[in-house]
């Protein structure tokens, strides 16, 4: 089995591909030959898919409706785009949560619901979820996030058990701190939510679980999930493919 996908003949969509972890998934898709379709709020999309020879939407994916009027299929589906917001629960906005789960959690609902039977028809697909160590451990201050990368994982797990017998793998991929724009806005809030200066948040804060000192590299995750769509995961379903420096080993 090969370890390097051949995805000739293949589409991927990838959302939250404008920048991050997103655009490092797409980079390396169409690296393998996959044909692609961006998703991002930003504009910037529509020049990273025209680099990448792909199709790019501007579209605010915690918008349900405009999920719903997306015309998709594919072959691959990553699921990357985020948010973060942190602070007490207290003084949590509820409009801020409501956000973070629109986004992270019932958008990659919509969107496997939306290509699904495409590749239920086709026999073969991939769901790839970018969950994080708050999938599996919880952080002061982050509950929408955690409450909605935990609820990640359970989707992931629900559609494996679905769409397994089907030919379509569903698995998350859970990074520790990965060097992404989202991980830059947060410091400030960090900084201000653990009463630590800003220069020492990363140092402080991001990196006292992990035994490997230092943040992940977009393209590290990136090769995580080229590997999830190469025939030799072709029997990895259901499971977190953890990228965590050690975090979880604690």
Known sequence: ??????????????????????????EALRGAGARLVLLDRAAEVTDVARKL???????????RDAILGLDLDADILVNV?????????????????????????????????????????????????LSSIHGLRASAY???????????EGLSKVLALEAGP????????????????LVEKQIADQARSHG????????????????IKRLLEPSEVAAAALWLCSDAASFQNGTA??????????
Not at 1 to 22: C, D, F, K, Q
Not at 143 to 152: D, E, Q, R, T
Not at 166 to 181: D, E, L, Q
Not at 196 to 211: F, G, R
């Open 81 to 129: 785009a985020g948010v973060q917001h942190v602070s007490p629960v207290e003084d949590f906005p509820p409009e801020k949560f409501a956000l973070v789960l629109a986004l992270m959690l019932e958008a990659p609902f919509l969107l496997s619901r939306a290509v699904l039977p495409g590749m239920y028809e086709r026999g073969w697909g991939r769901l790839i979820h």
């Open 166 to 181: 089907k030919g379509v793998t569903s698995n998350t991929i859970c990074p520790g701190y990965v060097r992404t724009p």
């Open 241 to 250: 493919l953890v990228l965590d420096g050690g975090w979880s080993a604690r």
């Open 53 to 63: 020879d792909g199709t790019g939407h501007v579209v605010d994916l915690s918008d």
């Open 196 to 211: 630590v200066p800003e220069d020492q948040v990363v140092e402080q804060i991001m990196l006292t679980q992990p035994a």
């Open 142 to 152: 982050k509950s929408a996030y955690v409450s909605a990368k935990h609820g990640l």
């Open 1 to 26: 089995m090969s370890l390097a996908p051949e995805l000739a003949g293949r589409t991927a969509i990838v959302t939250g591909a404008a920048s991050g972890i997103g655009l490092a998934c797409a």
